[in-house]
């Protein structure tokens, strides 16, 4: 009796098979998961909802606007007078590595929110649904960038208005700024979303994530001129990537007409960066799951 | 019949009070032993995971490391950086425990959150021991941290001039003032309502009374209308007392000023988070 039953049953999807898998197919065209258009819809759409997190976050007004302020009020007070001395104008020298600072805080915030994301399922919920693959890490991307922008335009603002901070480059020389920085903040993001691929845990990424600050922000010649170090630091002060690109955007804000190779220069490690660290952060993202 | 076993003992008011005493929740020598048995535990928290205390020593240091080589030819021109990095130590640990403050205060909070303050309060152990216990751990985690530092400086050429007694004060002095700081980190966490609220509160008072100091450079270095605020900031104190005690110089009225602030901390922090413990629930 059954047996007949399930016979029957075995024709029946026999005969439809074709039909559903043609359906199928029809529905997954529909879906349209690949291709150009989708992905930068989907990415817009996660950068919404990133943004949203970081709109309701109570620290992210402290992040973006208070610290960078108060580091760049506190290095100035207390270095003012000293590099002086040495002949430096200290406003024009220090506001740089604030900037670049203040990115390096938003991909530490990126790597953050990343780990969260893996760990409340968020990751697994994005590759359940038909949307495009990049869109997860493009959307972290873009919002952060949107962060960073923001910091930097209250940063610039405030160091204008209070510290007396004045830009005496070309437009020229303001567009290559513009862009040292929003590279610069798509490398910091990328390294860091390495990291936050590798720990997975959210209070591990809140703990190791400050480790590459010391090394690459405070050795180099963005605080104080590459001649204060000790001389067996002074090249790998003078040639690392953070210290290349505050002293290309030094001289981009001075308005030389040597920015060019320094411009050149950190382009070059910035891109050269992004690409390591690119490549490695899409293989670990496969290895994901 | 299960009923009837099940039915309520005899129990007059005598026995209820016979057996609270028995449990002895109380008094002074309960207390204090019920505060290292949490303390003890959440220690064992931090040494079996210890990303964050290995993180927290380490940055510190390596703030005392990156600092004497960027700044010593600035604030010392010409002379050696070992002079440099005698003015900077005490400074770089009394920062780095002031950065540990906020860790500490998120700590305080997740026990408050994830059940271990309920479980707590639900056992026969002294009220106090959530709050003494995380405090005293809290202190060890602290201690560990200025050894640290300590450690790593005298490869920079730090080094004690003062003897065992200033020593010993140099180590102590710090960590009760940090101490009293943390319960203002206690109380926030009482109150707060997420851990991010109690890192976004703390964290932006930090830097003003770090930067304000003479911690990276001296009194001189500063412009003339901060050098009155530069003077009577705690941490300058703080950090003058700290040289004086490492140098062996004397140090008493600074140690005594800083051990005054710590006292007014501990009272007004202290009995405000206990009031707000108890109306938590």
Redesign the interface.
């Known amino acids: 009796m059954s047996n007949s039953k399930e016979n029957m049953r075995a024709t029946k999807v026999e005969a439809i098979a074709p039909e559903i898998s043609a359906l199928a197919q029809k529905m997954i065209a529909k879906r349209q998961e690949t291709g150009w258009r989708r992905a930068i819809v989907d990415s817009w759409l996660i950068t919404g909802r990133n943004l949203i997190r970081l709109k309701r ?3 992210i007004i ?1 992040a973006i606007a ?2 960078p302020i ?2 760049l ?3 100035w ?7 002086a001395t ?1 002949g430096v104008n200290y406003i024009q020298y220090l506001v740089p590595i604030i900037n670049l600072q203040a990115l390096f805080f938003a991909g530490l915030g990126s790597a953050l929110m990343f780990a969260q994301d893996i760990e409340s399922g968020m990751m697994d919920r994005c590759r359940a649904m038909p949307i495009a693959r990049i869109a997860t890490i493009a959307g972290l991307v873009m919002a952060y960038m949107v962060r960073a922008l923001l910091s930097t335009l209250i940063l610039l603002l405030v160091a204008f208005a209070i510290f007396g901070f004045r830009f005496q480059g070309s437009v020229i020389d303001a567009l290559g700024y513009l862009l040292l920085i929003v590279i610069f903040t798509a490398t910091c993001i990328t390294g860091y979303s390495v990291l936050a691929i590798k720990l997975r845990r959210p ?2 990424v809140n ?2 994530a ?2 590459p600050y ?2 690459l922000l ?2 180099s010649n963005g ?2 001129p590459t ?4 001389t067996w ?1 002074q090249p790998i002060i003078r040639y690392q990537p953070v210290s290349v690109t505050s002293d290309a955007l030094r001289s981009l804000v001075a308005g030389g007409s040597n920015s060019l190779p320094l411009f050149g220069f950190s382009l070059l490690w910035l891109v050269g960066l992004l690409v390591v660290f690119g490549v490695w952060a899409k293989n670990a993202y496969k290895q994901l799951v | 019949m299960m009923t009837q076993k099940l039915a309520q003992p005899e129990l007059d008011p005598d026995t209820i009070a016979a057996m609270v005493a028995a449990r002895r929740e109380g008094g002074l020598q309960r207390t204090l032993h019920d505060i290292v048995v949490v303390a003890w535990r959440n220690m064992l928290i931090d040494f079996r995971n210890p ?2 205390l290995v ?1 927290s020593a ?2 510190s240091t ?2 005392l ?3 004497t ?7 010392t021109p010409g002379e050696g ?1 070992s002079g440099y990095a005698q003015f900077l130590l005490p400074f770089a640990s009394v920062q780095g425990l002031m950065f540990n403050t906020v860790d500490i205060g998120v700590f305080f909070y997740n026990d408050l959150e994830n059940g271990m303050d309920i479980r707590l309060r639900a056992m026969p152990i002294a009220r106090l021991s959530a709050i003494g216990g995380r405090l005293l751990s809290s202190g060890a985690r602290l201690l560990i941290q200025v050894a640290t530092i300590v450690l790593a400086g005298h490869l920079i050429g730090f080094r004690f001039q003062g003897g065992l007694l200033g020593a010993i004060g140099f180590f102590l002095l710090p960590v009760v003032f940090t101490l009293s700081l943390a319960l203002i980190g206690f109380y926030i966490a009482v109150g707060a309502k ?1 851990a ?2 109690v ?2 509160v703390l ?2 008072w930090i ?2 009374f ?3 100091s003479v911690g ?2 001296p009194i ?4 003339d209308w ?1 050098q009155p605020i530069v003077t009577r900031n705690p941490v300058s104190i703080l950090s003058e007392a700290m040289r004086s005690l490492a140098s062996g110089e004397p140090a008493l009225q600074n140690v005594i000023i800083i051990l005054l602030c710590s006292l007014a901390l501990c009272l007004l922090f202290g009995t405000l988070t206990v009031r707000a413990y108890q109306r938590r629930i």
């Not at chain 1, 007070?77 to 590099?83: D, F, N, P």
């Not at chain 2, 080589?69 to 604030?75: D, L, M, N, R």
């Not at chain 2, 001189?220 to 412009?223: C, D, I, M, N, V």
């Open positions: 976050n109570p620290i402290v208070i610290f108060v580091f009020a506190g290095f007070i207390v270095g003012q007078k000293l590099m040495q209070d591990l703990a190791v400050i480790i010391t090394p405070l050795l605080f104080s001649e204060n170090f000790p630091l | 990303a964050s993180v380490l940055f390596s703030l490391f990156v600092f080589a960027s700044f010593a030819q600035v604030v950086f997420s991010e609220t890192s976004a964290n932006p830097l003003p770090t930067f304000l990276y450079v001189e270095g500063f412009p901060a």
